[in-house]
């Protein structure tokens, strides 16, 4: 048994009172000893040692006791585990209705975001990221690194691996970009894209929202321009 309660210390890595722990390993292991030298006595007469062994368990015994009553009162304010599961629940519940209204705000303002760690490779978007790139999100995000690139065609591409090489020079430094962006049915769309350096080194993550609108409008504007020049100007 002591040797069983020590694995599972050595296993668990962290355990809540590891002293008591040790202190009912002894007293199991002493009590134990005891009871078998009492076996040993039936044959030989070894009797100093076992009051010795006794006196040790006595000792061991007191100290596990102290130890219970000094602990006592921090074990009862430990939270219950049914109290422990319903916070947990309690908090996924939360997460999740705050993960909903981030969809719903990103929804509204055409806000998307992505992240990238080298260490694993992997990318992820946001499911506004894949409406921003009309995908159907069920296909996931791109496979890696690269593919999210390709997405922005060579020159969105480029602009991207710049901002990230700035942020990474300057990491409290996010970088702004507007790159244009290759949609199905060989249209484009245009994305303020927002580079941020992530938590560890390599770790980058960004914003991208769709400025289509904005851009085509401004065009717009500077047609008229043209055009109010053009009539002034005969």
């Known amino acids: 048994i002591p040797i069983i309660i020590i694995l599972f ?33 039936f044959w030989h007469p070894i009797y100093p040692l076992s009051g010795l062994v006794k006196a040790i ?59 990238y760690d080298p260490i694993t490779g992997g990318v992820t978007w946001s499911e506004q990221m894949h409406r921003l ?27 991207i691996l710049a901002a990230v090489e700035r ?10 970009i507007e790159v244009a962006v290759p949609l199905p049915g060989n249209r484009h769309a245009w994305q303020r894209i927002t580079v941020h350096a992530g938590d560890a080194p390599g770790r980058v993550w960004g914003t991208a929202q769709d400025i289509t609108r904005q851009k085509l409008a401004a065009l717009a504007d500077e047609r008229q321009r043209r055009e109010l020049e053009r009539i002034n100007h005969q």
Request: some cysteine.
């Open 57 to 115: 368990t006595a000792v061991v015994s007191l100290a596990t006791v102290a130890a219970i009553i000094r602990i006592m009162p921090d074990a009862m304010r430990l939270p219950r585990l049914a109290a422990v599961n319903a916070e947990l629940v309690r908090q996924a519940a939360k997460l999740a209705e705050s993960r909903r209204r981030l969809e719903a705000a990103q929804a509204v303002s055409r806000l998307g975001d992505w992240a």
């Open 167 to 176: 942020v990474g020079r300057e990491p409290g430094q996010p970088a702004e």
């Open 133 to 159: 790139f009309e995908r159907d999100p069920a296909a996931g995000a791109p496979a890696d690194w690269a593919a999210h690139l390709a997405s922005y065609g060579e020159s969105g591409q480029a602009a």
């Open 9 to 41: 210390m050595r296993r668990r890595g962290e355990v809540s009172f590891p002293a008591l722990y040790w202190l009912f390993s002894a007293f199991i292991f002493a009590c134990g000893t005891t009871h078998l030298l009492e076996a040993v006595i």
